[in-house]
């Protein structure tokens, strides 16, 4: 049994938010209609809004997610072998992981999101690595870093936007992988010795 959307401790105004849009909204809609209205009603540009911004934007991309079906989704989640870092959102597969970098602005953040990329990488040759943003400029920018091959840990910047079909294209992607919940792993495995006679 897993934990609902709304039990993750999530700042007031998601609650407000989702009082305040259309329930029908489905995919990148979800996220762009929503984190307008957020915009609108709060000060976002504050800089100590930023976290509070982060987990909005989040919250509406796993919205998404769960609305299309795909599931299960960790949350802030650890991965074994991969110490200190913590994935925004991963979907597990136990040759394909996914993981979805959440920024709503990039800067140099982006590069964040490519050094946890290769890691996972490095323990799952078959992962997949999707940068989310909100920020046009910025995506364009890094997305032409990653096809010109200078970004070694992401596999594509998706802009988040309603003219634009990315985020929707890489849902009906992941709504074709059975995405699995994760077993324990046993740190070692083996006859373990004790004494000699």
């Not at 307008?36 to 991309?61: C, M, P």
Request: hydrophobic share 40%; aromatic share 8%.
């Amino acid at each position: 049994m897993g934990t609902r959307l709304d039990e993750l401790g999530l700042p007031a105004e998601y609650s407000l938010l989702r009082e305040n849009i259309p329930s029908e909204l489905k995919g990148s809609e979800i996220i762009t209609i929503g984190y307008e209205w957020y915009k609108t009603n709060y000060d976002t540009s504050a800089a100590s809004q930023r976290a509070k911004n982060g987990r909005i934007f989040e919250a509406l991309v796993l919205e998404a997610l769960l609305q299309a079906g795909i599931k299960p989704v960790y949350y802030q989640a650890n991965v074994e072998f991969i110490p200190h870092v913590v994935y925004d959102i991963l979907l597990y597969h136990p040759k394909h992981p996914v993981i979805l970098s959440c920024k709503t602005s990039l800067r140099e953040r982006w590069k964040q999101a490519d050094l946890e990329g290769l890691a996972l990488k490095q323990v799952y040759r078959g992962a997949s690595s999707y940068l989310l943003t909100l920020s046009k400029s910025e995506g364009l920018r890094v997305q032409q870093q990653i096809q010109n091959s200078e970004v070694l840990g992401m596999d594509e910047c998706i802009i988040i936007d309603n003219e634009e079909d990315q985020f929707n294209l890489l849902i009906q992607k992941l709504q074709n992988t059975q995405f699995v919940k994760a077993s324990k792993i046993l740190p070692v495995n083996g006859k373990m010795i004790s004494a000699f006679s």
